[in-house]
């Protein structure tokens, strides 16, 4: 039961957790342990299916104490990926189409205006060739900052990733 | 494949009361992590399978709910042992009451279901 606890202490080192507490909570750990082997009771069924990860179970212990982050839950993890790549997909297309749609921009509206004058009602009819334009250029910017976040996730999520254990 | 259902079902249970039943044998007493684990066995409960109860009196510690202190256990060496705060005692007597509600609840759509355990 000693390399229980001891690959706890290992864990805790890694998650930067202070000695004292890390030695407390080792301690704690170590005379429960042999209290329950004195008495029969083994350490799965007193620590459940946590003996057999005792990372994760020194980690949530850690995160609960609230001396370590808490570690995002596998469901969350595994979502994430799935909704950053949509979002970063929606936001390229968004750039793409909005540049095909100024680079081959054709009228959209034709605005006809009239006015009186002095002399007499005048009307003139004005084609603005451009009149789609202005929501071209808003949704290519909006594109272009969500694409510019969504590198910003990439890059944070990349660098939040826990390092792999050793084998 | 029937007993791993049972198994869930009543893990899953368990886990929105565990933090009240620890709670509940702290407020008999004092007590380190493996005896409050002996008290809840001997009224039938054999907690854990999902984890463990550290993880939980940690998160009662950080909210508030328990105070500790170190003191020897008989001839063994020193333990921590918990034992619910004012903030504690006032969660348990609420969550004992949402529990109640939520039992009686339950009851009532379960009693009349008629089991017939198969010989």
């Given at each position: 039961m000693s390399d229980f606890v001891e690959q706890c202490r290992g864990e805790w080192k890694r998650l930067g957790v202070p000695d004292p507490l890390a030695e407390e909570m080792a301690a704690d750990l170590a005379s429960d342990l042999s209290e329950a082997e004195a008495e029969g009771v083994s350490a799965e069924e007193f620590l459940g299916s946590s003996v057999f990860d005792p990372s994760s179970f020194a980690a949530s212990w850690a995160a609960a104490r609230g001396i370590v982050p808490v570690p995002p839950s596998r469901g969350n993890a595994r979502r994430r990926p799935f909704v950053l790549v949509a979002f970063t997909a929606l936001a390229a297309i968004t750039v793409i189409v909005s540049a095909l749609l100024l680079a081959t921009g054709e009228p959209k509206l034709s605005l006809a205006t009239?006015?009186?004058?002095?002399?007499?009602?005048?009307?003139?009819?004005?084609?603005?060739?451009?009149a789609a334009a202005p929501v071209e250029w808003i949704l290519l910017l909006l594109a272009v900052v969500a694409l510019g976040f969504a590198a910003w996730l990439w890059a944070s999520s990349s660098r939040s990733r826990p390092p792999t254990a050793p084998a | 494949m029937q007993c791993m259902v049972s198994e869930s079902r009543r893990s899953q249970l368990l886990r929105g009361v565990l933090d009240l039943c620890l709670l509940a044998v702290m407020d008999e007493?004092?007590?380190?992590?493996?005896?409050?684990?002996?008290?809840?066995?001997?009224?039938?409960?054999?907690?854990v399978g999902e984890g463990s109860i550290y993880p939980l009196l940690g998160r009662l510690e950080r909210d508030g709910l328990v105070e500790t202190y170190r003191a020897a256990s008989n001839g063994g060496p020193p333990r921590k042992y918990y034992r619910p705060s004012s903030a504690g005692r006032l969660a348990l007597a609420l969550g004992v009451s949402e529990w109640r509600a939520a039992r009686d609840a339950v009851d009532a759509v379960l009693a009349p279901v008629k089991v017939e355990v198969a010989s």
């Amino acid at each position: 039961m000693s390399d229980f606890v001891e690959q706890c202490r290992g864990e805790w080192k890694r998650l930067g957790v202070p000695d004292p507490l890390a030695e407390e909570m080792a301690a704690d750990l170590a005379s429960d342990l042999s209290e329950a082997e004195a008495e029969g009771v083994s350490a799965e069924e007193f620590l459940g299916s946590s003996v057999f990860d005792p990372s994760s179970f020194a980690a949530s212990w850690a995160a609960a104490r609230g001396i370590v982050p808490v570690p995002p839950s596998r469901g969350n993890a595994r979502r994430r990926p799935f909704v950053l790549v949509a979002f970063t997909a929606l936001a390229a297309i968004t750039v793409i189409v909005s540049a095909l749609l100024l680079a081959t921009g054709e009228p959209k509206l034709s605005l006809a205006t009239s006015r009186t004058t002095p002399a007499g009602p005048t009307r003139s009819v004005v084609h603005s060739v451009s009149a789609a334009a202005p929501v071209e250029w808003i949704l290519l910017l909006l594109a272009v900052v969500a694409l510019g976040f969504a590198a910003w996730l990439w890059a944070s999520s990349s660098r939040s990733r826990p390092p792999t254990a050793p084998a | 494949m029937q007993c791993m259902v049972s198994e869930s079902r009543r893990s899953q249970l368990l886990r929105g009361v565990l933090d009240l039943c620890l709670l509940a044998v702290m407020d008999e007493g004092p007590a380190y992590g493996y005896e409050m684990t002996k008290r809840l066995r001997e009224r039938g409960l054999s907690i854990v399978g999902e984890g463990s109860i550290y993880p939980l009196l940690g998160r009662l510690e950080r909210d508030g709910l328990v105070e500790t202190y170190r003191a020897a256990s008989n001839g063994g060496p020193p333990r921590k042992y918990y034992r619910p705060s004012s903030a504690g005692r006032l969660a348990l007597a609420l969550g004992v009451s949402e529990w109640r509600a939520a039992r009686d609840a339950v009851d009532a759509v379960l009693a009349p279901v008629k089991v017939e355990v198969a010989s």
